[in-house]
């Protein structure tokens, strides 16, 4: 659900505008606890984050790891910069190399680094598989590599919507067409093993909520998910997957999920593995 290390033209649907980048930290904050749980790096080890976007999963990285030797990589030289500033703002004095390049093509030697974070990065890849064998060149035999993705097709919800389900659809559909798998979630255990990694760990983190939870669910339902699926709205129209009324039907079918007699799930799926020795 986040945009990191490739262009819109490669996959990443939802665009580099200001609202998109404060999403992007809503949503890291309010389930930072959630998909962070059980990431740590101790102090000295090399990490790189794949694709770090605008630093919205970087500071909650250096939160929970701050001795470790953090390396951020973001191929957008603009969300980069806000990487750099969001950083600076939320974790001063923390120590950060920021570069910038394609994570097809890493400018760094083989074997550089001992773990590898990638979150929200492989839905917007045509091939994620071949971009997993590939960041094996920078992690040395027997580090760790932490992905984490969602998939968009578990949400559900009550009142049950349709023209919600067909927003949510469409917002598939076009992640799809530029290239990318909003499903992906599904698919971390065996894209990590089909691309040479062993000890392959995968569980899932559902987020939940109802009225005794309005926090979250104004956090997430509303400025994570609903937010994301209605930033597509132009591009959904241009497509002619839906009419103006209609999509402004599955938006407030989605809206209602968060009212106090609402509910809404959804499922994020992490998974851990080892570059095995040569």
């Not at 890493?106 to 990065?121: G, I, M, N, T």
Request: proline residues 7%.
């Amino acid at each position: 659900m986040d945009g990191r290390a490739v262009g819109r033209a490669d996959g990443y649907v939802h665009g580099y505008s200001g609202r998109e980048a404060r999403r992007l930290g809503d949503q890291a904050d309010a389930l930072a606890d959630l998909l962070h749980d059980g990431t740590s790096y101790p102090p000295g080890s090399r990490v790189l984050e794949v694709g770090c976007g605008v630093g919205a999963q970087t500071v909650h990285l250096l939160a929970r790891s701050p001795g470790m030797r953090l390396t951020a990589v973001e191929l957008s030289p603009a969300s980069l910069e806000q990487a750099r500033a969001r950083v600076a703002a939320e974790r001063p004095g923390a120590r950060v190399e920021w570069r910038c390049g394609d994570l097809h093509d890493l400018p760094f030697p083989d074997d550089a680094f001992d773990h590898l974070f990638v979150c929200f990065v492989l839905e917007h890849l045509p091939d994620p598989r071949a971009a997993l064998a590939g960041l094996r060149r920078v992690l040395r035999p027997g580090g760790t590599v932490t992905v984490i993705e969602g998939d968009h097709g578990s949400a559900f919800f009550h009142p049950d919507s349709a023209p919600a389900r067909a927003a949510i659809g469409h917002l598939v559909a076009l992640q799809a067409a530029a290239g990318g798998d909003a499903l992906i979630g599904r698919r971390v255990a065996p894209l990590l093993a089909a691309a040479g990694y062993g000890n392959v760990e995968v569980g899932p983190r559902t987020v939940y909520a109802d009225g005794s939870r309005p926090d979250l669910a104004r956090a997430f339902t509303l400025d994570t998910f609903t937010a994301m699926v209605e930033a597509v709205r132009g591009d959904a129209l241009a497509a002619g997957l839906a009419t103006p009324a209609g999509w402004d039907r599955g938006i407030a079918g989605l809206r209602r999920a968060a009212a106090p007699d609402g509910t809404f799930h959804y499922t994020f799926f992490k998974g851990t593995a080892v570059n095995p020795p040569a």
